[in-house]
């Protein structure tokens, strides 16, 4: 399985970035996309989830209403939209796949596969 993590930048607070996440290597019936970010020094900090499925979705409770996370199943791509973007929201993004299991949504050892990271920095 390879993930490959686009559309990092720099930019201003209010701003808006769409984070890809383009998957290959199997099909991911019954599994789960989610993107984590992290910034120096801190952990791993779950940001939101989406079941291939049925495309159900979960947040942060730091970024509910602020984040959008869709699929495309046909392009096997997973896009996290970021709006009204704060300078806390500076960090390394990564998206991460695996297997469905609602109770440990938001642990990082739930995912097996993981993206190379994209940076998104918000300037105050």
């Known amino acids: 399985v390879q993930l490959q993590a686009s559309g990092g930048g720099l930019v201003q607070a209010g701003d808006s970035l769409r984070l890809s996440c383009a998957a290959s290597?199997?099909?991911?019936?019954?599994?789960?996309m989610a993107w984590f970010r992290q910034v120096l020094g801190k952990e791993r900090e779950f940001v939101a989830a989406?079941?291939?499925?049925?495309?159900?979705?979960y947040f942060a409770d730091s970024v509910r209403g602020r984040f959008t996370i869709s699929r495309d199943n046909a392009k096997n791509t997973v896009y996290l939209q970021v709006n009204s973007l704060k300078p806390e929201d500076t960090a390394v993004y990564y998206c991460?796949?695996?297997?469905?299991?609602?109770?440990?949504?938001?642990?990082?050892?739930?995912?097996?596969?993981w993206g190379q990271g994209t940076l998104v920095t918000v300037s105050s």
């Open positions: 991460a796949v695996g297997i469905f299991r609602p109770s440990v949504i938001r642990s990082d050892s739930q995912y097996g596969y």
């Open positions: 290597g199997r099909t991911f019936s019954g599994y789960i």
């Open positions: 989406i079941t291939w499925n049925s495309g159900m979705t």
